[in-house]
Nanobody, 127 residues
Framework: QVQLVESGGGLVQAGGSLRLSCTAS???????????MGWFRQAPGGAREFIGS??????YYADSVKGRYSISRENAKNSVYLQMNSLKPEDTAVYYCAAGSRLIVSSLNNWNAYDYWGQGTQVTVSS
């Protein structure tokens, strides 16, 4: 089993930045570096939305965040990061990280395809 814990959420003004972290623990028998890591968000009353993912050193982003968000990872720390810049009020949501060991590129934006989820961290952007 793998446990994921997100941190770094909070309240920020529009135009500001936040950096979310997601740290994995536990032992699934699979090295952290082999997991595709995804970030999703869910606004109140909305569906869970794909933000981006990192897999085998490649990153993929939703059009809504491309150019503003970036994903990186530190395998030695079992961690993945989401740097969010130029934040907008519509970015307000609970942000989740997820890990999947058998994902192909075409499934990275499908939250059902991931094996493990964090509990989420709230990001609120004020106007």
């Amino acid at each position: 089993q793998v446990q994921l814990v997100e941190s770094g959420g909070g309240l920020v003004q529009a135009g500001g930045s936040l950096r979310l972290s997601c740290t994995a623990s536990g032992n699934s028998g699979i090295a952290f570096s082999r997991y595709a890591m995804g970030w999703f968000r869910q606004a109140p009353g909305g569906a869970r939305e794909f933000i981006g993912s990192i897999r085998l050193g490649n990153t993929y982003y939703a059009d809504s965040v491309k150019g503003r968000y970036s994903i990186s990872r530190e395998n030695a720390k079992n961690s993945v990061y989401l740097q969010m810049n130029s934040l907008k009020p519509e970015d307000t949501a609970v942000y989740y990280c997820a890990a999947g060991s058998r994902l192909i590129v075409s499934s990275l934006n499908n939250w059902n395809a991931y094996d493990y989820w964090g509990q989420g961290t709230q990001v609120t952007v004020s106007s």
